[in-house]
């Protein structure tokens, strides 16, 4: 059974940084495309960062140079750096994994994480 499970999320001023992870278990890591999402109440759940098997990685524009995706193949675990945080990236974030990579950008992975929040006060 595969499995996500998220962690690193919390309450954080404004210019602040968080680091959140992502172990994943029960699959080869390392042929997936694997990403982070966010959501907010009453809103699609959209795509924040998302690498790939060759470590090819893309951004949404709101956070371009300031969060950072990576993967830690042996430990089946990706990373989200996030600095410079704003009231706005203020989220549940999710972890998402997926064997094509295009699924996992088109927000349709094979599988879901239960969600980190981060929340960033002004």
């Known amino acids: 059974q595969v499995q996500l499970v998220e962690s690193g999320g919390g309450s954080v001023q404004s210019g602040g940084s968080l680091r959140l992870s992502c172990a994943a278990s029960g699959y080869t890591n390392t042929l997936y495309s694997l990403g982070w999402f966010r959501q907010v109440p009453g809103k699609e759940r959209v795509g924040v960062a998302i690498i790939d098997k060759y470590g090819n990685t893309t951004y949404a524009d709101s956070v371009k140079g300031r969060f950072t995706i990576s993967r830690d193949s042996s430990a089946n675990t990706i990373y989200l750096q996030m600095h410079d945080l704003k009231p706005d990236d203020t989220a549940m974030y999710y972890c998402?994994?997926?064997?094509?990579?295009?699924?996992?950008?088109?927000?349709?992975?094979?599988?879901w994480g239960q969600g980190t929040q981060v929340t960033v006060s002004s």
């Open positions: 998402a994994a997926g064997l094509y990579f295009q699924s996992v950008i088109n927000g349709n992975p094979d599988d």
